[in-house]
């Protein structure tokens, strides 16, 4: 057993999996839910009549609705962040000024903030990322959904069970 000292000393930075929209998923559930209820008409009907259940257009139908889920798992990636060590995220704030209520915009730093917390060593480049952010295909919520997993990961503690102590 695993000494409550030695537990401690083995933490290690918490992870995320950002999932970021890339491809059109409405259209994609739009796919699979045909292929669904096509595959589910066709098994019906081949039980009614008491047939072999894996004909050729079973098979066919089968085939599209593995294509269709495939594609639908396609239009989401999930990008793995980390949180960042206190020194490093306090440096990254470090030079940007409030706003008269005393806020920080995180769209000032969130590209430097994505390439730090990166795990994946190819996501880790600043320039990158501020093209990306630039495109018009990233809507604010895109850009605040980041924010908000930035923030979780980096600011809020997770509280786990609690006891009645």
């Known amino acids: 057993m695993t000494s409550l000292r030695a537990a401690i000393e083995a933490k290690a930075r ?7 929209l890339v491809g059109d998923a409405l259209a994609a559930t739009k796919r699979v ?10 098994m019906a009907a081949q039980a009614e009549e008491g047939a072999e259940s894996d004909d050729e257009a079973g098979q066919a139908l089968r ?3 593995t294509a269709a889920m495939e594609a639908h798992a396609q239009t989401v990636v999930l ?6 060590p206190s020194d490093e995220w306090d440096a990254i704030f470090a030079p940007i000024e409030p706003d008269a209520d005393g806020e920080i915009s995180l769209d000032e730093c969130r590209a430097v903030l994505m390439a730090a917390s990166c795990t994946d060593p190819e996501l880790q480049d600043v320039v990158w990322w501020e093209q990306q952010f630039a495109r ?4 604010k919520g895109d850009k605040l959904a980041i924010n908000n997993a930035l923030l979780e990961l980096n600011h809020h503690a ?3 069970p609690l006891g009645k102590g």
């Open 136 to 139: 018009p295909e990233w809507s």
């Open 158 to 160: 997770p509280t786990g």
């Open 79 to 84: 990008v793995e962040i980390q949180a960042l």
């Open 14 to 20: 918490r992870t995320h999996k950002l999932p970021i």
């Open 63 to 65: 085939e599209e609705l």
């Open 33 to 42: 839910a045909e292929a669904t209820e096509a595959f589910q008409r066709h």
